[in-house]
């Protein structure tokens, strides 16, 4: 059973940093294709950046050029780097594990970014 474990959110001054990560356990990680989205209040749930087993990235255009997503597959582990934040991008974020050529999407329970003025 797939279990993802997203941490590092918290409050941040707008321009600052953040680090998030997400550590799988029960599958071989890099069969995987990792994304973070995001959702806000009263927001649907949207894209921030996805990776592939190859290591290819996808982002939306909101956070290109400020985000950066990364695995280590000796640690089953994603990150997204979330650099010159801005209040907009406060939301619970979320990891999301699909097996290549699956279907089949599992989500972790999501971690809180406030960034404040």
């Known amino acids: 059973q797939v279990q993802l474990v997203e941490s590092g959110g918290g409050l941040v001054q707008a321009g600052g940093s953040l680090r998030l990560s997400c550590t799988a356990s029960?599958?071989?990680?890099?069969?995987?294709?990792m994304g973070w989205y995001r959702q806000a209040p009263g927001k649907q749930r949207d894209l921030v950046a996805t990776?592939?087993?190859?290591?290819?990235?996808n982002y939306a255009d909101s956070v290109k050029g400020r985000f950066t997503i990364s695995r280590d597959n000796a640690k089953n582990t994603v990150y997204l780097q979330m650099n010159s934040l801005k209040l907009e991008d406060t939301a619970v974020y979320y990891c999301k594990a699909r097996q290549e050529y699956s279907v089949i999407n599992s989500w972790g329970k999501g971690t809180l970014v406030t960034v404040s003025s």
């Open positions: 990776i592939s087993t190859g290591g290819s990235t």
């Open positions: 029960g599958i071989t990680f890099s069969n995987y294709v």
